[in-house]
């Protein structure tokens, strides 16, 4: 806890990295809101115990949320979500590789 005596020892957790990747959203207005919601409130609950938030830059600065490129109506009740897997790729391994650089 943040508020612990100083003589207790540091929990286990204390100052391990943490990566957040959350998913959804397509529009920059959407993922921003994803990054609010999900992002954010995850990175929150790591820091209560203690852990440290990679960022992936100032902006997204509790990981990264991975978009929706498109989405097609179909017959079913369910729409079909379509993903851009290159950018999808391209994003992981930046974020992968900044969050190894931090850790190590």
Known sequence: MHHRPKHIAYPELYHLP?????HGGGAQWALKSYKAMVNDTIANALETIQCRVIPF????????????SKIEETDSIFPVQKYDWNFIRQKLEEYIE????EAL
Do not use: C, F, K, Y
């Open 18 to 22: 943490a990566g957040i990747i959350s």
């Open 57 to 68: 830059d100032s902006e997204w600065n509790t990981g990264i949320s991975l978009p929706i």
């Open 98 to 101: 900044i969050v190894l650089r």
